[in-house]
């Protein structure tokens, strides 16, 4: 466990005027971006104790996480 946000730019640093463009222009994406954000604060918060959860709360949150990235990975390689 790193404790380290997992910023989608960092995560696709060759995208990011990509993913700008899309979260303008696309709805799904948008909504896709926004959510993963939202959870990946949330993983974030459980890591560090901000907001301390349980261990399967806090690995489902992870496996959210990681299928919100795959989707949006997808999203980033069907528009590139």
Known sequence: MTHTPHELAEDFPDKTDLIHDLKMNDGEFKHLFEEY??????????ETNVEPI?????EELRK??????DRIAAKLSQAG
């Open 37 to 46: 954000h939202r959870v990946n604060r949330a993983v974030h918060r459980a």
């Open 54 to 58: 349980g261990q399967f709360a806090e």
């Open 64 to 69: 959210e996480r990681m299928h919100l990235k």
